[in-house]
């Protein structure tokens, strides 16, 4: 599959691949998000870009764990750009050194001409709804939302030329799982259409990489909680 084509090493924070798991702690959100930082500054070694900033499209970087991305890259030197429709996220949550543009990542022009403006070398996606008891009420909301337009950002991305990927994809993707604890190989099998419209991303990302040489990581990590250890956000 994509993951093991990316030649993963264990990062710090016991972030490992396509699947992270992290405790309730202050540094949790933190941790984790540095580490996928880190995976960023990976890529510019393995492409030789070492010393020169990557330029990076966060969507949904004004939500919760999205924000603290940005402040990860920002504090990394990378040249960070939010897509983010405002929905659920705040405009103050999003780091000064960033540039913010409202809009949605259903639009593949919007999302191209970003990519063509600046640059952009990859995508980290956060975007998306994330309730799972609203997911059960409003199933088709939800496969617009996280399953539609995530396969319009990929289609853009791949039409513009980025070749490395970021998701933010969910441990509800396992369901109910037999045994503990869930190990990256077992099986998905989600219970909900929120799991559901994540994996079905996932399963997009795994083809797009085949067909299109797309590089992808898939996040499937459980609750993520802490805040930013210097208060800036959040």
């Known amino acids: 599959s994509g993951y093991q084509d990316l030649?993963?090493?264990r990062m710090p924070c016991g972030w490992d691949g396509a699947f992270s798991e992290f405790f309730t702690d202050k540094s949790g959100v933190s941790c984790l998000l540095t580490s996928a930082a880190e995976f960023c500054l990976k890529l510019q070694v393995e492409t030789e870009d070492i010393g020169f900033a990557m330029a990076i499209l966060v969507t949904g970087g004004?939500?919760?764990?999205?924000?603290?991305m940005v402040?990860?890259?920002?504090d990394a030197g990378e040249q960070t750009v939010v897509l983010d429709n405002l929905t659920t996220g705040f405009a103050w949550a999003v780091s000064p050194k960033a540039t913010l543009v409202k809009g949605d990542i259903g639009d593949e022009e919007l999302v191209m001409s970003l990519v063509k403006s600046h640059g952009i070398d990859a995508i980290v996606h956060f975007a998306g709804s994330i309730v799972v008891p609203d997911s059960v009420s409003d199933p088709l909301g939800y496969y617009l939302n996280n399953t539609v337009k995530s396969r319009a950002l990929m289609h853009a991305a791949v039409k513009s030329g980025v070749k490395n990927f970021i998701f933010s994809s969910t441990a509800a993707v396992y369901g109910n799982p037999k045994s503990l604890p869930?190990?990256?190989t077992d099986e998905p099998a989600p219970i909900s259409p929120y799991g559901t419209s994540k994996l079905m991303t996932e399963l997009m990302l795994r083809d797009s990489h085949a067909a299109y040489g797309l590089n992808f990581v898939a996040l499937r990590y459980f609750n993520v909680a802490g805040s930013d250890p210097k208060?800036?956000?959040c």
């Open 7 to 9: 030649q993963r090493e």
């Open 62 to 68: 004004a939500g919760y764990i999205g924000s603290h």
């Open 71 to 74: 402040l990860a890259l920002t």
């Open 182 to 184: 869930v190990f990256e």
């Open 231 to 233: 208060g800036r956000c």
